[in-house]
């Protein structure tokens, strides 16, 4: 079966613009995470959604958000951009929230942002 | 914060079982040890978790020592494909704030 689909697979986008990244879960699961892996900082968890509401969320600040669709796709958007967002963005997707069985990555959305 | 300690790389020559350590000496009584790897340019891949006993899939085992302060990850023969970065994560009770909390994890270069 299909994996998680993240697109787009690369971005490029100027300082102060803003930026929307799609996720296409595994059929079937019905949580999205997003994280985001930079050389410095590692992975970080930016949140997860089950049922599009969020259900838990990280330690980064309020320009990142995203949402859910009702099918589980998930969207996240980085309003005024940062040179520090430059990152690979990554999204795994589950059966249900806090799924104990492990998430399935994609294989990212990788942002620059000049 | 991340609450393992993980050597910063291993090598493993092909054929052997490569056994990878993770310290994890504050970790509490609800807490899961869960293990991933991420072979470059890739996402994280999950490999196996446990709370107390030892585990043992298709992939991999994990021992958790008695008083549960440290584990080994072991691939009974390792592959070139699994040169790797694996990640050992102390994963918070349901409901914490967070998820799965990665640290800088061990880059496994298999060897022929």
């Known amino acids: 079966k299909a994996g998680v689909t993240q697109t787009p697979r690369y971005l490029i986008k100027t300082r102060g613009q803003q930026v929307t990244l799609s996720c296409s879960p595994i059929?079937?699961?019905?949580?999205v995470s997003w994280y985001q892996q930079t050389p410095g900082q590692g992975l970080q968890f930016l949140f997860e959604?089950?049922?599009?509401?969020?259900?838990n969320k990280g330690n980064f600040p309020g320009r990142f958000s995203g949402r859910q669709f009702s099918n589980s796709r998930s969207e996240m958007n980085v309003s005024t951009l940062e040179l520090g967002d430059s990152a690979l963005y990554l999204c795994?997707?589950?059966?249900?929230?806090?799924?104990?069985?492990?998430?399935?990555f994609g294989s990212g959305t990788r942002l620059t942002v000049v | 914060d991340a609450k393992t300690t993980q050597p910063p790389s291993m090598d493993c020559a092909e054929g052997r079982a490569a056994n990878l350590p993770c310290n994890h000496s504050t970790i509490s009584g609800n807490e899961y040890v869960y293990w991933y790897r991420q072979i470059h340019s890739q996402g994280p891949q999950y490999i196996i978790h446990g709370l107390k006993n030892n585990e043992t899939n298709e992939m991999a085992s994990l021992i958790i020592t008695e008083d549960r302060k440290s584990s080994t990850l072991i691939l009974p023969h390792a592959t070139l494909r699994d040169t790797a970065v694996y990640y050992c994560i102390v994963r918070p009770p349901r409901g914490s704030q967070g998820n799965l909390i990665f640290g800088k994890g061990t880059k496994l270069s298999v060897k022929p």
């Open positions: 059929s079937g699961h019905r949580s």
């Open positions: 959604y089950f049922s599009e509401t969020q259900r």
């Open positions: 795994a997707s589950s059966l249900a929230f806090w799924s104990d069985y492990g998430y399935t």
